[in-house]
């Protein structure tokens, strides 16, 4: 899994962390960042798709070990950024951490 932190200006930093879709490690093998997560020092937002029951259980140790917020999209299985509610979604993260 890999860790990016994006920050535009003096606006909120946010995190993403992903695998790798091909030739990534099957969902038993995750190592997720979480004491990076947790020495961030900002807020978090761990969003899902609903598609699978291991990679759910994953971001959901994700949010419960970092105190990371959590959030489910259905319907657009691993395109979570083109649920509908998606950008709503991620603009009250943001607005809420300003």
């Given at each position: 899994m890999r860790l990016h932190v994006h920050q535009r200006g003096s606006g909120p930093r946010v995190v993403l962390v992903h695998g790798s879709v091909l030739g990534g490690r099957p969902p038993d093998e995750a190592e997720p960042p979480q004491?990076?997560?947790?020495?961030?020092?900002?807020?978090v937002l761990v969003v899902s798709g609903a598609h699978s029951e291991a990679n759910e259980i994953i971001c959901d140790t994700i949010a419960r070990e970092t105190g990371a917020r959590r959030a489910v999209c259905r319907g657009r299985d691993h395109l979570v950024p083109e649920a509908s509610e998606f950008k709503a979604l991620l603009q009250s993260f943001l607005t809420s951490t300003a």
């Open positions: 004491a990076a997560l947790r020495a961030a020092g900002f807020p």
